[in-house]
């Protein structure tokens, strides 16, 4: 793997292979007092955010650390982005500084794909942390492994994603990757939340949650990204909250087993009540520390894959 820029670059083996690179990274870490591998030791990973970031900066973050990677992010605002340099040169800059690896997000979609083009000579990895409306590849890997842990193998199980499908890169990511893994996904949202041209994602759209809800092994609740809705915001979010909001009742709706995602950053009280999100039913916290754990998965794949490192 020279970079990770979409699922659809995933196979289902190495997919696997990766999410197995995960929990096994997990299982060696956990209760250990000093969380820390000699893997990445006088690598350098730097992440360039170009949009607000919590759980996926900071997760890529603590994921070079513990495995002993120098670590620097560089953002828009603190960098020379700020003068006017474009990508292109603040890519070439950083590579020529010595990134080994470059994580990047940002709001165009497709930046990531033209960042892997320009670096394409001088060996430096580029990974998707988000771009536009396009791809989330590392939030779909670790939504793939919370749940593996809830549900075991993915094969066969039927995954609802909710919501704000039109501007969401977690969704396509996931559509991709949980199909590869040989799941059934359904699309939920309002026909206004919904891309133009969503009948090429080949799964099938439902205008209406309550009736999909019995049928679920998981549900997964978007964000309404308000911050790209320029001509505004059609249903209201009161209507979207009746509609679509994961409330208790509809929680009650779900099969016993099943278990509830969010990718954060939630809208409590809109797209998902809190007393679904604080319930034992719900993997939010699980996939943050998932997050981690298959950060490093990636990381390791990327820069020291095939080195003999344990
Ligand atoms: N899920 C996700 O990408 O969250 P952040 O925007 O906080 O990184």
């Avoid at 997760?59 to 513990?66: D, I, L, Q, T, Y």
């Avoid at 209406?208 to 964000?223: F, I, K, S």
């Avoid at 979010?237 to 099943?258: D, F, K, Q, T, V």
Wanted: a neutral charge; charged letters at 20%.
């Amino acid at each position: 793997m020279r970079h990770l820029l979409s699922t659809l670059d995933l196979d289902a083996d190495t997919a696997t292979e990766l999410l197995d690179t995960a929990a096994k990274l997990k299982a060696t870490l956990l209760g250990r007092e000093v969380r820390k591998l000699p893997t990445l030791r006088g690598r350098t990973v730097v992440t360039m955010f170009y949009e607000n970031s919590t759980r996926t900066r900071v997760s890529f973050e603590v994921a070079g650390k513990w495995m002993s990677a120098d670590v620097i992010n560089v953002s828009a605002g603190g960098s020379s982005v700020g003068k006017g340099e474009s990508l292109r040169d603040t890519a070439l800059t950083l590579a020529a500084a010595g990134a080994d690896c470059v994580i990047v997000r940002h709001p165009a979609s497709g930046a990531a794909q033209r960042l892997a083009h320009w670096l394409s000579d001088n060996g430096t990895a580029v990974v998707n942390a988000g771009d536009g409306t396009h791809e989330h590849p590392t939030q779909a890997l670790l939504d793939a492994a919370t749940l593996r842990e809830r549900l075991g193998d993915l094969s066969g199980r039927r995954v609802g994603i909710v919501g704000d499908v039109l501007h969401s890169r977690v969704a396509r990511s996931n559509v991709h990757l949980l199909r590869t893994l040989g799941a059934e996904v359904v699309l939920v949202a309002p026909p206004t939340l919904l891309p133009a041209g969503v009948d090429e994602w080949k799964v099938p759209v439902s205008y209406e949650l309550d009736p999909e809800l019995p049928t679920l092994d998981a549900v997964m609740m978007l964000r309404v990204q308000a911050e790209r809705m320029h001509g505004g915001f059609f249903p209201s979010a009161r209507e979207y909250s009746i509609a679509y909001g994961l409330n208790e009742a509809r929680l009650r709706m779900l099969p016993e087993h099943a278990v509830v995602l969010h990718p954060g950053p939630m809208l409590r009280g809109m797209e998902i009540a809190s007393a679904v999100a604080d319930s034992p039913r719900a993997a939010i916290t699980q996939q943050v520390s998932n997050g981690v754990h298959v950060r490093m998965a990636v990381l390791y794949h990327l820069l020291a894959a095939g080195e003999g490192h344990e």
